[in-house]
Nanobody
């Protein structure tokens, strides 16, 4: 599975960005976005199951971020609204053969895309 992420950039606090992740290769059970801020560990952001579209979010982004998938384009999006400086991080797209959304194990990772939110 190959994952290609895009859409990062610089935005002021309160603004919005939309990240995209195009997948190719074998069928997977779910996709997710993770992020890693400078000098911090990577953390889970959001996930979506490929077939049924079940979603899960980290508490820190709930009600601000929305994950979605476009099955016709093998693409997963992360719409990020009301961005805060603490959302600044490199965002990574990931995919898993495990469908159950609770399990946080991902075998495939894309390259990161940098999101910078200025105050």
């Amino acid at each position: 599975v190959q994952l290609q992420a895009s859409g990062g950039g610089q935005v002021q606090a309160g603004g919005s960005l939309r990240l995209s992740c195009v997948g190719s290769g074998r069928t997977v059970g779910k996709f997710a976005w993770f992020r890693q801020a400078p000098e911090k560990e990577r953390e889970f952001v959001a996930a979506i199951t490929w077939n049924q579209g079940f979603t899960r979010y980290a508490d820190s982004v709930n009600d601000r971020f929305t994950i979605s998938r476009d099955k016709t384009k093998n693409t997963v999006h992360l719409q990020m609204n009301s961005l805060k400086p603490e959302d600044t991080a490199v965002y990574y797209c990931a995919a898993s053969t495990i469908t159950h959304i609770i399990y946080n194990t991902y075998q495939y990772w894309g390259q990161g895309t940098l999101v910078t939110v200025s105050s």
